[in-house]
């Protein structure tokens, strides 16, 4: 990405200017597993607060409801869905932004990539905005966020880092810093999101300027957890076996 003057931060409410430098859970079930019923999401979030966190992020239209409902912090509200004809996931349509900010959603985020898509981020931004709710674009590359920056969406995540066709490389590798330092250091407002494993990772997330960081699998995803160490002790054995 060629340098640019640092851009004016837009505008943020009172009440999530607070929250920077904060973390922010992803309560987030695997869809069809054990976790996944609304009384156990409202249940990860409880004790997400509990634990320090400052907003959470909640998908599904119920579940935000239920969660909005039950805690004092705001909710980041999504919809995923599995289209046909469009890659994109995170609420995709105006309907569902309208869903997200009725169930109370304070935050609502979606996909901003350049990709196939039902509604352009311009009209998700809008109708964030006309809801009275703040827009965060959920972005894969420098560009994406560039972009949603300048349409003046409050917060870019760079969840889909790793998740695109464009960004497949970097799956499976550490969360995606430099994409937080470059839009960071042209001054967008960035929240670190995506493969966020550790605590010393969240702080590093900071350090490269992000205004905030959502770590999801790594405290609500029980079977992703157990997949890691029950991995580590099979390499381990296999280790010990290579060396037997
Ligand atoms: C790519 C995509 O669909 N990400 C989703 C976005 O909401 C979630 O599945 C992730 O859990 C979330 O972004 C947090 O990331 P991690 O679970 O790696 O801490």
Redesign the pocket.
């Known amino acids: 990405m060629s340098p640019s003057p640092a851009m004016p931060l837009s505008p943020l409410p009172q009440w999530l200017a607070v929250q920077q430098h904060g973390l922010v859970v ?1 309560c ?1 079930s695997l869809p069809g597993s054990a976790m996944d019923r609304t009384d156990i999401v409202v249940a990860m979030a409880q004790a997400a607060v509990d634990g320090g966190a400052v907003a959470l ?1 909640i ?1 599904g239209v119920a579940n935000v409801r239920a969660v909005a409902a039950a805690v004092r912090v705001p909710v980041i509200g ?1 919809v ?1 869905r599995d289209l046909q004809d469009s890659p994109v ?2 609420t995709p349509f105006v309907q569902d932004v309208q869903d997200l900010a009725a169930a109370g959603a304070r935050i609502i ?1 979606f996909d901003a990539t350049h990709r196939v898509r039902p509604a352009s981020v311009q009209a998700l931004r809008d109708a964030v905005h006309a809801a009275g709710c703040v827009a965060m674009a ?1 972005c894969a590359t420098d560009a994406d966020g560039l972009a949603a920056w300048a349409l003046g969406c409050e917060l870019i ?1 760079t ?2 880092s ?2 695109t066709e464009e960004t497949a490389h970097l799956s499976g590798e550490d ?1 995606d810093f430099g994409l937080v330092e470059r839009l960071a250091r042209v001054g967008c407002r960035v929240v670190a ?5 550790t605590p010393a990772q969240a702080a590093q997330a900071l350090r490269s300027g992000a205004f905030g960081v ?8 029980i079977e ?1 957890i157990t997949e890691w160490f029950a991995h580590a002790l099979q390499r381990a054995h296999a280790d010990a076996g290579v060396q037997a």
């Open positions: 992803s987030q992020r998908e999504i995923k996931r995170i985020a959920d995540g969840t889909l790793g998740y969360p999101e995506g493969r966020l494993r959502t770590v999801g699998s790594a405290i609500t995803r992703h």
